[in-house]
């Protein structure tokens, strides 16, 4: 049975990638006007509550961070998959918690 190997650039873009959307949804406030605001504007309570979303995604985008950061140096294949799944994770929380704060 062969082997399929996948370039290391593949997992590495996905990374970046998934990084710069979760880095948009929480500094640029995309999350904010995702699931905040109503045409009839933007609830205060619903901010505060993305707020406490927004710091949980935080923690976990440290970590898919720090991550990412340790597959690119020590250059370990089996890091990039991690860290793609931490970027992920980071995503989930934001979206589902965003979903719970409306």
Do not use: H, K, N
């Amino acid at each position: 049975m062969t082997r399929t190997v996948v370039p290391p650039a593949i997992p590495a873009a996905a990374s970046l990638l998934l990084a710069t959307l979760w880095g948009f949804a929480v500094f640029g406030d995309w999350s904010r006007q995702a699931f905040c605001t109503t045409s009839l504007g933007a609830s205060p309570d619903c901010a505060d509550r993305i707020a406490s979303v927004i710091a949980l995604s935080v923690m976990v985008g440290v970590v898919a961070a720090c991550v990412t950061g340790a597959a690119w140096l020590v250059r370990r294949e089996s890091l990039y998959g991690v860290a793609v799944a931490a970027w992920v994770v980071a995503l989930v929380v934001l979206f589902v918690g965003g979903l719970a704060a409306q």
